[in-house]
Each structure stands twice: as structure tokens, then as C-alpha cells.
């Protein structure tokens, strides 16, 4: 799985270090000073990540805080049609703003392209422990090797009441353009015309056998009169950063993929994202993790909502992951890979149990 996934890559460190000072800098009104740039090796798919301290005087002491930035990425085959920067900002924003929703600190957006060539935000570093999924986490990692299965089990379900609280927020009140419902279109008729998009552009100009198939079946069969909320869109432990305690979610992270929609489908993506990584792949999950039914209850009763149309959402998760995937393994020349990867013969499981 590790060459799945194509790292946007930054050259010029030193001048990206010097630039982002001056910014700083100009931003504050006093000399600020960056040591280094350091690139993880988690980077993800579709953004360039840095970490970085700043420093500054203050009072005669020497003051420093440790940072974050993304970066828009500029490659040849992206993974996403178009990735823009602003909305994860806003949403977190809002978030930070109006709800006690853990997002990490704001510390500047910058859309104008004349600094670095591409947008990019700053936040402040958190400290906590993020589940990895390079390689997946019940196969290598932290949460593996170096828990009980009792804190698995914590930290499950302090983050299925991270993802319930989130859910309980009235989207309105976050004033998000660009989460406005579409005109003549329900929230999921919006979905559904992008990932057919999505599917006519990542596999450039083919037919993806699975997918469309799953997405015949989607648009076939699309629930009627939903309740409609801000769906974070990529739901999932990987996606949060816990305490050491692990009962505590200390930052949600990656909102490229926030829109409106029913909130269940966030939940199925949640469980989903984790059957990948065992089911998908042929192997157990990670002892102590709750099972996907308790995972529904306990989010049912945190939220006082049924989890309507569960089972349409679980085959628009693996819809969604299995074309994603595809899109990758063409970005990255595994052609043999494109229509039949593990996530693709997942949801032609399900599928095929549905006819």
C-alpha cells in the first residue's frame, strides 16, 4: 500500500522556510524566525503538510510556538478534480467559533498565490496520537502494539461521541457558503452528480466496471425526505488526534470533504473506512474495537436520531473509498490495480448481495 499513495513533494525547503518567516513576520509586525521545515512521512494524498516552530522576542524572552501548515499540492494527476484550501479553513473556523468541536488553532490563510505559488493555512501544532493508516492500524503502529484492548475500546468510542456532538450542530448557524444546499437539487442528488464527475474525470475517460455500477445503483435508489446536516465527509480515527489517556479527542482534523448531507453518511464511512482495513485487506480488526452495530448504537443514542438508510450509506462509502482508490492507482501507474484493488472487491461484495 505504500506506493498507493502520491506524496505532493516540495523543493525548495530552505526558500519555503525564509518565505513563510516573512510572512509571519509582516503578519505580526515584529521579526519572526523559522529554524527548519520538516515534511512528515505521513504526508497525505492530497496536500503538502509542514511542521515547523516559530520564534520571536517578546519582554526580553525568546518565545516560540510549534506550527502547522497545508499546502495546496501541484501534480501532474491530483487525486481530487480541484482541491481548494478556503473552505477546510472556514469550516474549522466556524467550528473553533461556534461549537466545542476540538480543531486545532488558527494562526493565518493565505489564498493569494504570489508567496509560495499556492495557497496554503497555518495552524497550531496539538500534542496527541493519531492512528495510523500507512501502514492501516490493525496491522503495524501504536495503536497495535502499544494499547490494551480495553483503550482500543476508549478511544472507539470517545470518537464516535466526538463524531454524535458534531452532529448535533445546526449547520446554519456556521454560516458556510460554499454548505449552502444547491438549488433544484437535494443534498444527495448534489453528491451524486460529483462522483459521477468524479468518476468521468479520475478515470479519464473509462468506465469503471464496479463504480458505475455502484453508482447506477446509488442514483436508483436514493432515499426520500432526509434530514440534512454538515457531513464531515472523511470520518474516521485516523482523521483525529486522541490524548494519551485516549479517552479524548484533542483535534479533528481534514475537512477537505465537509458538505451537506445526511449525517449517516459520515457514521457508515466511519465503519466502512475501518472494514477496509480488515475485511478489505483479509484481515481482523483490532481486538477490543467495538463492533459496527454498537458503533450505530451508541451514536443513535448520543444523537437521539435513528440511523436511517444505514445500508444506502455503507454502499456510498464504499462507492466513494473504492473510486478514490482507483484514481490513485492510475495516478500512479498501477493500471493492473485500477479496476480490481482491494477496496474495488470489497464493494463488489456488497453489491453482489444486493442483487
Known amino acids: 500500500m505504500e506506493e498507493a499513495r502520491p506524496t505532493p513533494l516540495l523543493e525548495d525547503i530552505d526558500g519555503t522556510r525564509d ?93 493569494d498565490t504570489g508567496l509560495l505559488g499556492v495557497e496554503f493555512y497555518i495552524m497550531g501544532r496539538i500534542e496527541g496520537r493519531v492512528p495510523g493508516d500507512m501502514p492501516p492500524y490493525n496491522m503495524d503502529g501504536w495503536l497495535l502494539n502499544d494499547t490494551s484492548e480495553a483503550q482500543r475500546a476508549t478511544l472507539w468510542r470517545a470518537a464516535v461521541d466526538t463524531l454524535a456532538r458534531f452532529h448535533g450542530i445546526d449547520h446554519r448557524a456556521l454560516d ?93 464511512w466511519f465503519n466502512y473506512l475501518d472494514a477496509t482495513f480488515a475485511e478489505g485487506l483479509g484481515m481482523p480488526r483490532l481486538p477490543g474495537l467495538p463492533s459496527y452495530e454498537d458503533t450505530i448504537a451508541q451514536w443513535e443514542a448520543a444523537t437521539g436520531r435513528e440511523a436511517g438508510h444505514y445500508d444506502y450509506y455503507w454502499i456510498f462509502a464504499g462507492t466513494r473509498y473504492a473510486l478514490i482508490m482507483s484514481r490513485i492507482m492510475l495516478a500512479t501507474g498501477q493500471e493492473g490495480e485500477v479496476q480490481e484493488n482491494f477496496v474495488c472487491k470489497m464493494l463488489e461484495r456488497y453489491l453482489d448481495k444486493l442483487t
Not at 515534511?39 to 510549534?66: A, C, H, K, Y
Not at 468518476?199 to 469503471?208: A, C, K, M
Not at 457531513?231 to 482534523?253: Q, Y
Request: hydrophobic share 40%; with cysteine.
Open 176 to 268: 458556510l457558503p460554499h454548505t449552502a444546499l444547491p438549488a433544484g437539487k437535494t443534498a444527495l442528488q448534489a453528491q451524486l452528480d460529483y462522483w459521477q464527475h468524479y468518476h468521468d474525470w479520475g478515470l479519464e475517460g473509462r468506465t469503471h466496471r464496479i463504480g458505475q455500477r455502484a453508482l447506477d445503483w446509488l442514483r436508483a435508489n436514493q432515499p426520500a425526505d432526509e434530514p440534512v446536516g454538515l457531513c464531515w465527509g472523511d470520518s474516521r480515527i485516523g482523521n483525529m488526534m486522541f490524548a494519551d489517556s485516549l479517552d479524548r479527542v484533542e483535534a479533528v482534523l481534514d475537512w477537505e470533504m465537509a458538505v451537506p448531507g445526511n449525517p449517516v453518511q459520515d457514521l457508515a
Open 19 to 111: 518565505k513563510l518567516a516573512g510572512w509571519f513576520s509582516e503578519r505580526r509586525g515584529y521579526p519572526v524566525t523559522i529554524d527548519e521545515l520538516r515534511i512528515p512521512e505521513t504526508n497525505g494524498m492530497s496536500n503538502v503538510t509542514l511542521m515547523f516552530d516559530i520564534q520571536w522576542e517578546e519582554g526580553g524572552q525568546t518565545q516560540r510556538q510549534s506550527c502547522v501548515g497545508r499546502l495546496q499540492p501541484e501534480i501532474e494527476r491530483p487525486v481530487f478534480p480541484s482541491y481548494a484550501l478556503e473552505p477546510q479553513y472556514r469550516v474549522m473556523e466556524a467550528l473553533a467559533r461556534h461549537t466545542d468541536i476540538p480543531v486545532p488553532e488558527l494562526l493565518g490563510l493565505e489564498t
